[in-house]
Nanobody, 115 residues
C-alpha cells in the first residue's frame, strides 16, 4: 500500500510562486510515474504535469514555461514548482502515482491565486 501526502499549497498573489510537494510511502516510488492534477471549482480534474521513472516530463499547454515537475527518489518525493501564477491556476492540486496496474492518489492541497 502507498500513501501520498501533498503539502505546500496556500494563498499567493498573481505573479507569485509556490512549490508543492508530494511524499510517498512504500518502496515503489523510484519505478513509478508521478503526476500532478488540478481541479478547479465546478470543473473536472485535469492533468498538469507528469514525470516518468526516467525523468521524462510532459506538461499541459496552460502551464508550459511556468510550472516544473521534478522528483527526488532518495526522498520519495515529487515536486511541482509553480511560477508566475495566475488566478486561473486556483484549484486543488492532487498528486497521483502509477506503477503497472496500481494507482494511488493524494488528498489534495489548495492553491489560491488572488490579490
Amino acid at each position: 500500500q502507498v500513501q501520498l501526502v501533498e503539502s505546500g499549497g496556500g494563498l499567493v498573489q498573481p505573479g507569485g510562486s509556490l512549490r508543492l510537494s508530494c511524499a510517498a510511502s512504500g518502496n515503489i516510488f523510484r519505478v513509478a510515474t508521478m503526476y500532478w492534477y488540478q481541479q478547479a471549482p465546478g470543473k473536472q480534474r485535469e492533468l498538469v504535469a507528469q514525470i516518468s521513472s526516467r525523468d521524462y516530463t510532459t506538461y499541459a499547454d496552460s502551464v508550459k514555461g511556468r510550472f516544473t515537475i521534478s522528483r527526488d527518489n532518495a526522498k520519495n518525493t515529487v515536486y511541482l514548482q509553480m511560477d508566475n501564477l495566475k488566478p486561473e491556476d486556483t484549484a486543488v492540486y492532487y498528486c497521483r502515482l502509477t506503477y503497472v496496474s496500481r494507482e494511488y492518489w493524494g488528498q489534495g492541497t489548495q492553491v489560491t491565486v488572488s490579490s
